[in-house]
Every structure is written in C-alpha cells, then in structure tokens.
C-alpha cells in the first residue's frame, strides 16, 4: 500500500526564530463584524437552504437557530447534543435537530471566530462545494472584531485516549501549547492506500485544510443513490473511489442515475468527475471533519489531537470525553481562595435577614462573594452538628443532601440578590440535575460553595451549576434549578 503524506510549514529558506510563550499570550475573544448569508443545497433534502451568519456576545459560542420552525428554537453546538453520525454530524434541542454541521463548525476554528449565532431555514447546512472553504470566505467577507473578554481555553494537561475495538479507531489527546491535529486513514483499500495528513497551526487550515472536500466510495454512492438519497449531492462536491473493477456499462449507467453526459476511471482509481486538490485529500478531509467535531468540545482545545481511522461517531464520542474532561478542571481551577481574615459579604446574622431557614436548618455561614452571575458561600463544619447523632454517629459523614440544600440557600442568596426586598420572598427547588458526590465531608471541614449561572434569572427562576469544595477537592456538585416566589400577605 502507498503512504501519502503532508508536510505543513517547511520552508526551503532559512527563517528568523522566535521564541514564543504561548502560556503568557493572551487573546481576546472574536466574532463577526456584520450578518453575512450564504446559500446552498441541503445534501439529503435537495432543497435551496439559506443560513446566516449572525455576530454574537462574548461567551455566546456557537449556536444554530432553525428560524424556519416555530419559536425559532436554538441548538448549542454541543458534543451531548449529538443524535446521530450517519453520513454527518446532527444535533438536536428539543424536537429540533440540524444536521451536516461539522464542515460549517471547522470553518469558524479555522477562521478563529468565538462567538456566532448560525440562522438556518431548514434541517441541513449545505453542502456547499463538500468542504469548509466557501464559509471561510464568506466570514472572511465581513472580517472579525475583537472582543472585550479573554478566550478561554481546554488545556490537555495529560493524555486523554479513547479507541473503539470493533473499529480499531483510536484518538489521543497529548498537551502542546497550541492546538494541533494528526490524522492517519486506512480503509483496506488498494486504490486509497493509507494516507497520513497533519496541522501544526490553525493558521494553515485555510490554505492546507479548508478546500479538502468530503470522499464517498463507488458501493457507498449506488446505495445512497438507490435509496433516494442525497438529493443534493453532486459529483463536483465529492470525490468518487472506485474501489472495485466496473465496466463502461455499469459507468454508463450510473452517469444517467446522476445526469452526467458520461463518467469514467482515472488512473488513480478516482471518477473524472472532479481532480484532486491534493494527493492525500482525502486523509485532509478527515483531519477537517476531527477540527469541526472537536469544536463540540465547546472551547479551543490547546493540545495535540492524534487519530487513527476517525468518523463522525468517534470523533463526537471523544469530543464528550473531552468536554467532560474540561469542565472538571474548569471546576478545579475556579475553587475559590478562602482567607479567615476576608471581610464577608454577608456573615450568618445578615444571611437570616434574607433566607427563611433558621437552626438547625440554616447552612451558610458566610457569603464570601457575590455578583450578577456567580455567588460563593461558606459553612464550617463542626461536631456539634444536629445531623451528627444520627448519621453514622461512630463515622461522622455530612449528608449529601444536605450539602445540596446548603448550596440552594447559598444560590437564594444570588436569586434574592435582583429583587429590592428579599426578606419578603422565599426560594423552591423546582429541579436537581446531575447530583454527584465525590468525597466524604466530616467534622473540622471547612465547606465552600460556588454557584454559577448557566443561564439568565427569567421570571425569578435561576439554573445554576452548584459546587461544593474541601480544599482542593470536590465534595458534591449539581444542577440546581429553583424559583423566588413572593410570600403573600397573611
């Protein structure tokens, strides 16, 4: 079998060296300067889609918007919103999905955008030319405006792996200050080979990467074909292998099914349909589809993504490892610094003029901070505690729920924080999602409670993400929704 391989940044010419300290190089976060739309053909639907490109806030990400239904319903571009990998990646929210969304998410990485709201009439991105360059181009068009917040990283500080047995596919992520990808493909076929293709920096995507377009084999075409798909497919978007001997009747026929005047086999085993951007294009391609699923991840990875025989439904596996990987050290690197001698935002008596709960039920003891998005709270705990007796009395453990309940009076305290009398309303759960405990927490510890915002306080109800520390390490967390509701006079 040949081996075709990419070599990206070598230069004939001797260059000048810089010494870089990416660690230390702080960016800022971009979106687009104006709304741009571009138009195409949903590959499967066949149908005239339009999809604009809309600016967005910082830490928007990017989002897709189904302006064609009802509500206009958002999906987050999000690894746990995958429904489906068959011949694309497809996300849905709700009852609506978009699908083919992985070359479109490539060219916003490749175009270092951030922030970007992606309006669709219909369920598909086109397809476009089959790969990343045309969007490119079209965000190129409007340029990009800097934004007044830091880009937040998903730093891979040691290997994280993932390999399917039955597949033999294999991806690894290894720390490097910058984000870099290699790709390695073999389909066992003599006419592909295998091919290897690499990108050391994101600042060659467009050149190296983005024009590379999508490949379909010869027995894959006739049963897409035959079962009325692709639509909106076209052979100057795609490269046909021909991975089996065919004759000029068989060609024949097929050049009808397509409405090609006629179709023949090049040398290489490729229909003459379309020439090749690059010997090794389609290892490029797939080294595309890693970038746009990888950006499921929901923040720019700095680390080294290594795959071996990858797809859609690999890649977006490995993206929620990588995703839940994030979010845990996102979590270690947020614990908020304790100091006895900090003067508190509220101490326990001024916490009582706000929360309902008293002894042996009120279980904050400090607001340490507090603003519009986040509040952080802190309770000791002694061996005088009333649940003590009872709870393991020889092994004395907090119960969990109880750690639960100290981090919603904790996020009362932030709910309460946007109405000017807070002593008159009180706070109900409506829903605990996602509740886990990590490590016990028993007499001498010192409890700290971080709650976030995941999304803004409407009609009083408030979703946050609820963090409970020992130290350095995480006690419990959960997603906590709950409701500030006005107590009715008596």
Known sequence: MRTMQLRLGVECQPKPIFIVNFRYFILKQKTIKAPITVKGVGLHTGKIVKMTFQPASVNHGYKFQRVDLVDQPIINADANRVVSTNRGTTLRSGEAQISTVEHVLAALVGSSVDNVLIEVDGPEIPIMDGSAIQFIKAIEKVGLEEQDAEREYFEITTPIAYKDEITGTELLALPSEKFEVTTMIDFN?????????????????????????????????????????????????AIVIVDRIVEQRELDELAQKIGKPSISVEKEGILNTTDLHFKNEPARHKLLDIVGDMSLVGKPIKGKIVATKPGHTANTHFAKILSKAYKEQRKLKGIPKYKPEQKSIYNVVEIAKRLPHRYPFLLVDKILELSEHHVVGMKNVTFNEHFFQGHFPNNPVMPGVLQIEAMAQTGGILALSTVPDPHNWDTYFLKIDNAKFKNKVVPGDTLIFKLELLSPIRRGICHMQATAYVGNKIASEAELIAQIVKRKES
């Open 189 to 237: 076929s003599p006419v592909l080979g295998q091919q290897y293709a690499a990108l050391s920096s994101i600042d060659d995507f467009k050149k190296e990467i983005a024009p590379c377009r999508t490949f379909v084999f010869l027995h894959e075409l006739e049963q897409l074909l035959n079962q009325n798909l692709i639509k909106g497919g076209d052979l100057d978007n």
